[in-house]
């Protein structure tokens, strides 16, 4: 029984995550001073209110990233890369109907298990060169792009050499793919580009000069979660952390659903542009990095992401005063138009629950009589045994982000007071659309995750554990 050579991939993952804060803590100072007011907030209630369904050990250490890649090349080497730290691509993005030139997907953990261990997860935007339409500014971004080496060799090697041993890494090896992977997602002040390239980049979209100016795609925020997100929205502004207008998402509710989220307004940070002649730079500066946070409720069904757009539509645009918006938000989702009782939710079938022996019936069982054996309930269905209190059900988190707070993010830290040729971005028919969503899925290796299927998975997975431990009828 010797201890394996090999590391586990969601040690890895922590590890990554680990490191990457630690990095973004001390390139973004601004950033460890959010950490530690969440940290601070998260503490407070998880004391005052340790009965909290989403409160656990993952809390603590609870991250999304973001990163924005120019080339496919670029985005099939970090699905490698993920891929060793257990994270796959879940969900599709696409961003261009908002009218930002990318396409999306998230990578995370799959499994209720490697999720609960650490549910670190990075959102990948990818360029789409197709979406400008400035040929020779198209042309030029291509060349810029296909010219870059975003990875260390030493990445490259390691993942090679993985993926000859059927994706087992040596702990050595671990270290090093920490190590040297985080040099990609590390800042470079000096751009890639000359401040005239820069700037035609930038008059098309903000995020192509972010994305094809520098040498790498620098991590462009980092997301601690949190458990009272009105709170520190309000204490952001009196740490002297701008805060962004308005939280995005749903309101706040009894029975939390989805996501929502808030971050402090991209800094200002000075570059250094290439010059014609070699060696020379000049300076400037650009905006791209900022800090986030969130909080996360249920995962919803379909049924339930659709009432939930559909109340967002109803509620119309948000307006600037975010406890003006919040109170609006709260008009519409009332408890009659979105039930905020987990009993009344898991009766509508809006969101996703799983199942488990109660902690009073599983720890009677090994000594009382009425222990629940497969025999034992044999003749009653589940929902007698939730009645009963023998089965109990706990909402699943919802892992993933929403296409409309991702856009209203974007937007809010590129500085959307300057008008863009975004027009082009809405010409784009169906059937583009959906050859883009093909290009994105080879990319990441030929399947895209939906998360509704893996929900769905780890609900019936529950359920058939509750019949296998009690003999309990599902239907
Ligand atoms: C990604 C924006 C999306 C979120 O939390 O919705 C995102 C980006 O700005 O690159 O991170
Ligand atoms: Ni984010």
Redesign the pocket.
């Known amino acids: 029984n010797a201890p394996s050579p090999f590391i586990d991939p969601d040690e890895l993952r922590a590890q990554f995550c680990t490191a990457l804060s630690e990095m973004y803590r001390s390139e973004v100072p601004l950033y460890g001073d959010l950490v530690s007011l969440v940290d601070e907030v998260n503490s407070e209630v998880m004391d005052s209110s340790p009965e909290l369904w989403e409160v656990g050990d993952r809390v603590r250490v609870e991250r999304?990233g973001?990163i924005r890649l120019g080339t496919s090349s670029e985005l099939q080497t970090v699905t490698r890369l993920f891929r060793l730290m257990g994270m796959f691509p879940v969900g599709y993005y696409d961003l261009s109907s908002s009218g930002v030139p990318v396409h999306a997907t998230a990578f995370r953990p799959l499994s209720a298990d490697a999720l609960s261990k650490h549910p670190f997860r990075i959102?990948t935007s990818l360029l789409r060169p197709d979406l400008i339409p400035d040929l020779p500014l198209r042309e030029e971004v291509i060349e810029i792009l296909d010219r870059r080496e975003i990875f260390h060799p030493a990445v490259l090697t390691i993942l090679d050499r993985a993926e000859r041993q059927d994706g087992q890494l040596s702990k050595e090896d671990g270290k090093m793919l920490v190590e040297f992977g985080l040099e990609t997602f590390k800042w470079h002040e000096r751009a890639l580009v000359t401040r005239e390239t820069y700037v035609r980049m930038k008059r098309f979209h903000p995020l192509l000069a972010d994305i094809a100016g520098f040498k790498g795609p620098h991590i462009n925020?980092l997301?601690p979660r949190v458990l009272d997100i009105d709170k520190v929205q309000e204490m952001m502004a009196e740490r002297g952390i701008p805060p962004k207008d308005i939280i995005e998402g749903p309101p706040n509710r009894s029975c939390p659903i989805l996501l929502r989220?808030t971050?402090f307004q991209a800094l200002t940070e000075p570059i250094l542009f290439a010059c014609a002649s070699p060696g020379e730079t000049s300076p400037g500066s650009h905006r791209a990095r900022f800090g986030?946070i969130?909080s996360r409720g249920c995962a919803l069904t379909k049924k339930g992401h659709e009432l939930y757009q559909s109340l967002m539509r109803s509620a119309g645009q948000p307006t600037v005063d975010n406890v003006k918006w919040q109170s609006h938000l709260s008009s519409v989702f009332t408890p009659s138009a979105f039930p905020d009782t987990w009993s009344e939710i898991r009766h509508s079938k809006l969101a996703y629950f799983t199942y488990s022996l109660s902690s009073s019936s599983s720890s009677s069982s090994s000594t009382s009589a009425s222990s629940s054996t497969p025999a034992s309930h044999s003749d009653e269905t589940i929902e007698e045994l939730i009645h009963q209190g023998v089965v109990e059900y706990t909402p699943i988190v919802y892992e993933d982000?929403l296409p409309a707070s991702?856009a209203g993010?974007f937007q809010s830290n590129l500085g959307n007071d300057e008008h863009h040729e975004q027009s082009i971005l809405s010409k784009s028919d169906a059937r583009k659309e959906a050859e883009a969503r093909e290009r994105l899925e080879r990319c990441v290796g030929g399947k895209i995750w939906d998360y509704f299927q893996l929900y769905d998975k780890i609900e019936r997975d529950s359920l058939e554990e509750v019949r296998r431990l009690t003999g309990c009828k599902l239907v």
């Open positions: 999304h973001a959102f925020h997301t989220q971050s986030e969130e982000f991702a993010i």
